[in-house]
């Protein structure tokens, strides 16, 4: 499945991932700036934070409560914001579009 990650100026990248990867994980290996993923996927430094386009929110599902706790700790949360390590590609979510965000 295919990510499209949008940057804060706009700039659209495509990437293509296998299934069970993460969005925080396809956005490191492919050098996508703006999404860090500090602790590896663990849920715990919520420097993967990102925005899962508005019509994506329904597929990718709600973030689980320890997920949400960490949201709290994120510069500007919005109702569409998620761990990008918590979001695991599958062909249901190819062509996902998520924005990344300022500042982690
Ligand atoms: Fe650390 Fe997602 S990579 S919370």
New binding site residues.
Partial sequence: PVIKFISPDGDEQDVEVDNGTSI?QAAVDNSIEGI?????????????HCYVDEAWMGKAGEADPVEQD?LEFVMDHRPNSR????ITMNDDLDGIIIRIPEEQ
């Fill in positions: 925080m860090d993923g500090e602790c590896g996927g663990t849920c715990s430094c919520a420097t993967c960490m761990l990008g390590c918590q």
